[in-house]
C-alpha cells in the first residue's frame, strides 16, 4: 500500500502569508496526487487534481506542484477562509490520504 | 446540480451491522466511480472502499476487508455500504464521494461529496 506523508501536521500563519505544505508517497505516483481543504463540520473540497490543476471555482491564491514522491500546495497570499485542516490524496493505486495538515491563525 | 446524500447512520453494538445509503443526483449515475471515505472523531480522512460506474469491481481498505461491502443500484442511482462485524474504532462520519472516472484506476479524484453519516459502534 502507498503511504502519504505530510508535513508539517499543523501551522500557525497570518493573513497574507504564504504558505507552503508538503506530501510525500511511499513510492513514486506520478502526478496522481490531489489536494483537498476542509473546514471543521463540512466535507473535504477539491482544490488541486493531478498534482498542479486548479479545480474549477478554486481560488488561484491555491497552487499545487511536485511529481514522482514530492509534492507541494502553496498558498500565496493567505485569507481568513483559508484556515481549515488539508489533505493530500494519491490516487495512483487506489486512494490513499495524508494525515492532514491544520492551518491555524497565529 | 450534483447532490449526494447519505443516510443509514446510527447507534450500533460491538458486533452489529449497518448499511449505509447514498442518494445520487444532478449527474449520469452509472458514469463515475464511487468510493466511501470515513473520518473517525477528531482524526483524519480514511479512505474505505471504491467500486467501478458498472458495480463490477470493488476495493476495500485492509481495516475493512471481509467486514465491509460496496455495492450500487444504477437504476436507482444509489449507492450503498453494507457494514458487518462493526468494531470502535469503526466510529466516524462516512461519506460518500465521486470520483471523475468511471473506473477506479490511476488519475481519479473526490469532485462531489455527500454531507456525511454518523456511525457510532459502543455497547
Known amino acids: 500500500d502507498i503511504q502519504m506523508t505530510q508535513s508539517p501536521s499543523s501551522l500557525s500563519a497570518s493573513v497574507g502569508d504564504r504558505v507552503t505544505i508538503t506530501c510525500r508517497a511511499s513510492?513514486?505516483?506520478?502526478?496522481?496526487l490531489n489536494w483537498y481543504q476542509q473546514r471543521p463540520g463540512k466535507a473535504p473540497k477539491l482544490l488541486i487534481y493531478?498534482?498542479?490543476n486548479l479545480q474549477s471555482g478554486v481560488p488561484s491564491r491555491f497552487s499545487g506542484s511536485g511529481s514522482g514522491t514530492d509534492f507541494t500546495l502553496t498558498i500565496s497570499s493567505l485569507q481568513p477562509e483559508d484556515f481549515a485542516t488539508y489533505y493530500c490524496?494519491?490516487?495512483?493505486?487506489?486512494?490513499?490520504f495524508g494525515q492532514g495538515t491544520r492551518l491555524e491563525t497565529k | 446540480e450534483v447532490r449526494l446524500l447519505e443516510s443509514g447512520g446510527g447507534l450500533v453494538q460491538p458486533g452489529g451491522s449497518l448499511r449505509l445509503s447514498c442518494a445520487a443526483s444532478?449527474?449520469?449515475?452509472?458514469?463515475?466511480?464511487m468510493s466511501w471515505v470515513r473520518q473517525a472523531p477528531g482524526k483524519g480522512l480514511e479512505w474505505v472502499s471504491a467500486?467501478?460506474?458498472?458495480?463490477?469491481?470493488?476495493y476495500y481498505a485492509d481495516s475493512v476487508k471481509g467486514r465491509f461491502t460496496i455495492s450500487r443500484d444504477n437504476s436507482k442511482n444509489t449507492l450503498y455500504l453494507q457494514m458487518n462485524s462493526l468494531r470502535a474504532d469503526d466510529t466516524a462520519v462516512y461519506y460518500c464521494?465521486?470520483?471523475?472516472?468511471?473506473?477506479?484506476?490511476?488519475?481519479?479524484?473526490?469532485?462531489?461529496w455527500g454531507q456525511g453519516t454518523l456511525v457510532t459502534v459502543s455497547s
Open positions: 464521494a465521486k470520483d471523475q472516472i468511471v473506473e477506479v484506476v490511476a488519475g481519479g479524484d473526490f469532485d462531489y
Open positions: 444532478g449527474f449520469t449515475f452509472s458514469s463515475y466511480a
Open positions: 467500486i467501478s460506474g458498472s458495480g463490477d469491481a470493488t
Open positions: 513510492q513514486s505516483i506520478s502526478s496522481f
Open positions: 493531478a498534482a498542479s
Open positions: 490524496q494519491q490516487s495512483y493505486s487506489i486512494r490513499t
